[in-house]
């Protein structure tokens, strides 16, 4: 039953305590025990001071202590000895005014009244009283059970601050995460892209090596055709060297831009040089055939 919640359609307990109904019933309560502590009072031989009856006291001092040590009891006690002695004394109180109340009107009652009927004046005569301390405990529960359900509420609105505190730190733990992540895998990256330029720029260097080499080799063979030019040639000469381009400005500058970009094709070298593109494909060409030994050279 307590982890049951109220209804969607339950109307919040009121923050008010009606004193209006306790202030009712005991002036109520007190017009009917001033009645019965006078008539005590008289009967156990109150005296009358200058003609001013005194049975009156015993209403006031009875039903005030009872009254103030019921809200010292549930209210206003500041430690557990006075709220011990406030309880204690408030019940005996509280008991002698039943009793008394009761006697009282057996007293009272009407010479040859029943039992029945006098247990029910008895009775009739108890329930102002104990009407108004039923009363009484009532207001200071309502009191109490409000302060608890305020309690609980700022319990219940710590306790979602803290829970919203802990999401919004993970939150924000989460996203500091995952910046390291992507840190991590950009620095990864970096570190793989620099590995493969260092990779890439050694390439290029060997291959630039290979070229000068070729070069050289070109060249070599430039200057022992330019010796031959005007010699008689056999017939049966080697073709090929009929087809090598004798420029070598043009061949020095087309290994240079082999060096830096060795995927292009023969047509697209010779213009670059100022050369036919057949002069460029059977540049690349001769250098092919030379390329299985570039320190060698033609015998």
Not at 87 to 96: I, N, P
Request: proline residues 5%.
């Amino acid at each position: 039953m307590d982890g049951m919640t109220a209804p969607a359609h339950a109307k919040p307990a009121s923050k008010h305590d009606h004193l209006w109904v306790l202030a009712v019933v005991a002036v109520a309560v007190l017009a009917e025990v001033w009645a019965s502590w006078v008539g005590i009072g008289a009967m156990s031989g109150f005296p009358r001071i200058d003609d001013v009856p005194t049975d009156w006291v015993l209403a006031v001092a009875v039903e005030a202590y009872w009254g103030y040590a019921l809200f010292a009891w549930l209210a206003a006690a500041p430690g557990p000895r006075s709220r011990t002695m406030a309880m204690w004394s408030c019940a005996v109180v509280f008991a002698l005014s039943l009793v008394s109340q009761v006697s009282y009107h057996e007293l009272t009652a009407p010479a040859g009244a029943t039992p029945g009927r006098r247990f029910v004046i008895g009775f009739a005569s108890a329930l102002p009283v104990v009407i108004l301390a039923l009363i009484a405990i009532l207001v200071h529960l309502r009191h109490l059970d409000r302060e608890e359900a305020a309690e609980t509420e700022e319990r219940e609105h710590v306790a979602a601050a803290s829970a919203q505190r802990e999401a919004t730190e993970a939150s924000e733990l989460d996203a500091l995460r995952a910046e390291i992540e992507a840190t991590q895998k950009a620095l990864a990256t970096a570190q793989s892209e620099r590995a493969d330029a260092q990779r890439t720029a050694q390439e290029a260097t060997a291959k630039a090596e290979v070229m000068e080499r070729k070069l050289a080799v070109a060249r070599a063979r430039s200057a022992r055709t330019e010796k031959g030019a005007n010699a008689p040639r056999s017939k049966r000469a080697d073709p090929r060297a009929t087809e090598v381009p004798n420029d070598v400005d043009a061949q020095a500058e087309a290994l240079s831009i082999l060096a830096n970009e060795p995927g292009i094709s023969g047509a697209k070298l010779g213009p670059r040089v100022g050369m036919s593109a057949r002069w460029g494909q059977l540049f690349l060409k001769g250098l092919a055939t030379t390329g299985a030994d570039p320190e060698g050279g033609e015998s």
